[in-house]
């Protein structure tokens, strides 16, 4: 889902082509001296969640910068080993024994109290917050995405199941509904509606991109190409699945049955989960790129995830994969979601920026709400950054907080440390009052 500003929110001041029902900021271009002193890059924030743990046994790190040593379900990230950081040992303390999964995950980036029972009660997460704070800047104050749908129900342990499947939450009862579909993200994304979806953005603001590239450098003007050309690539995919997703609703409606019950691909979503969670990146890094958002959290695999991986050879479920987590099986399971990730980070470190990259002013989260499947273990979290936040993180490095103590230790403590950097004054947030060393 794209959680919307009213009609009188402004743009960044980049400069920005406007058509017909859509107004796309610019990638960065010297001969517009996009930012100055005054006119910072903007800084961005994004999370991606993969339910039920990792392969301990293949997830460490240690060193720093090009001497970094990534194991073997961190090595997609070794292209972007100088602007990551590894950081091992953090916990939510009442995250922990109030029961297995809705409860390891409800308050994940919050660190709130959940309750059991019917009604729901979290708190308002990390993402929120932030868009609360810098979304009045961008059209949609954020984003929010799944490659699954979410559960219903409850758990054995009496805990709903939308602590499961819902990473954002606004309030402490309202979770962000996701979005699932690549074709209504982007759609809501560029707010398009009624017969603008059949005309591309890109036609909408062709006559003043034609116009600005006659005023730019011979270097913009390849940029510039090069950009709307990547916009436009991910705009001819989500027509395909636009197509695939009507269907979808058509045949639901001829059978009477829901279209979110049914299975992919009858259900319009993508058959090859591969190429969903690919093109749920690419519509982030769009979001960032043309500054449509700052903020996008993404759940990759639920707690509780049926997700099947044939692609991995792999014939269990994720859930229940997760309870072998330390086989060669899940091990792939772990590198494939560190791969979106990696995929997501090397696209933005790809959009120049001034002197950086659009990563070097972003600072994504990989984490899930495990650290061992099999034992329900989530002592610790498996957690990376990427991206430097507009240089006021420092990258390059694995960091081990696990002896530290647990006041030393707490994701809270990490959310205060990031909530600060995009000006977020808070006290405390979740069971934290301080902020968290050496980050």
Known sequence: ????RNEGRTMS????LRGAGVAVALPWLESLHAATASNPFPKRFGVLFMGNGVNEDHWSASGSGAAMKLSRSLEPLEPLKRKINVIDGLFHKRATGQ???PAQTGSL??????QRGPILKAGITVDQ??????GQDTPQSSMVLACEQPLTGYHETNFSMAYSSHLSWESADSPVPSEVYPSLAFDNLFENRGLLRNSSILDRV???AETLSRKVSADDKAKLDEYLTSVREVEKRVERLRVDKHKADEAGKQKNVPTLTMARPANGLPEDLRDHTRLMCDIVAIGFQTDRTRVATMLLANDLSAQIYPFLQMREGHHSASHYNNSDGYERITRFYVSQLAYLAGKLDA???GNGTVLDNSCLMFLSNLWIGRKHDNSKLPVVLAGGLGGTIETGRALDYYGAGDENRKMCSLYLSILDRFGVKAERFGDAET???RL
């Open 351 to 353: 959009m120049p920026e």
């Open 13 to 16: 001041r980049r400069a920005v």
């Open 206 to 208: 062709r006559t003043r």
């Open 109 to 114: 980036l919050s660190g709130a109290n959940i």
């Open 1 to 4: 889902m794209i959680r919307k």
């Open 99 to 101: 029961g297995i999964h």
């Open 435 to 437: 902020r968290l060393e």
């Open 129 to 134: 917050v932030i868009a609360n704070q810098i």
